[in-house]
């Protein structure tokens, strides 16, 4: 029976360090600004957690929200008004956004130093260029390494598979993995024998939302296994009538891999701690490079 990798417990490793880091940094009171266009429930739940998980941690939240049918004007003048305070140090655009609204231009708005989702161009080439170093990973994928590490699997040399290559989780996890020198094949929709390329991973991370896609056959045995995905599948048997699952059917896959990551507690847990600690870092840059004035000029 596969090793259960805590997320929960490691998010809250990574949290704490994120409190005493902001404890450390005496010059200034980290500050992460959420910008959020509607009112679909699921982004509203998503930025009020990560606004409590900063409190929790001593970093100051921002919130601006926009009405569903902002203009990309406006959205665009909010990030950038974020983007000039400089008790702000991180901005995170809640996605998705409105569909008449262009993502890329709105995204291209957040200045690399407070891109703290990672999902900055440059950010992202760095990522991919040897010898670079990126001011900020996304934090999902990040997350994804940081329970690899915590499991203590050795990821130089190892056969790494990435199922998925979306910009946000897929391929920075890839990118990421080829930092750790892990040997790296990316599957995706359009690839033939899946199933033989799953099969070859020591190292299986699976970002695609398709609910229990991996099945115990595809995985071998002795693999770590993270599994990203978030899939709510309807479950008569729970209260609610639905229950959440990921992209890797746990019960099979446990019988066969070394360790697994449960879902929920696995890598959801690590994203928002993650984005906290993207946050610091981004305080410790505006330490370093402009030690000058922290007064906020948005509301709080
Ligand atoms: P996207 O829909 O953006 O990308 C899905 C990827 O999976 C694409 O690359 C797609 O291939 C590939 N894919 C889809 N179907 C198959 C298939 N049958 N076989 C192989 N590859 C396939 O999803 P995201 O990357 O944004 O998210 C993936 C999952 O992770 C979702 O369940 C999402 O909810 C979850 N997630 C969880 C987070 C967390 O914090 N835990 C954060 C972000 C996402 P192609 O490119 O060829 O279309």
Redesign the pocket.
Known sequence: MARLIDGTMIAQKVRAEVAQGVLKLSEVKPGLATVLVGDDPASQAYVSSKQKACAQVGITSFGRHLSATASQAEVEAAVRELGQDPAVHGILVQLPLPAHLNEEAVLSCVPLEKDVDGFHPINLGRLAMKGREPLFVPC?PA?CIRLLQETGVQLAGAEAVV????N???MPAALLLVRQDATVTI?????RS?AEAIRRADVLVV????PR?VTREMVKPGAVVID????RISDPSSPRGSRLVG?VDFEGVSQVAEAITPVPGG??P??IAMLLQNTLTAARHAVTLAPSSTTSVVDK
């Not at 199922?163 to 979306?166: A, C, K, L, Y």
């Not at 599957?187 to 690839?191: D, M, P, Y």
């Not at 970002?207 to 398709?210: E, L, M, R, S, V």
């Open positions: 999902t997350g199922v998925g290559r979306s946000i989780v897929g599957v995706h929709s359009r690839t899946m970002a695609i939302g398709k896609f990203v995905g978030i899939n992209d890598v959801g690590m994203t």
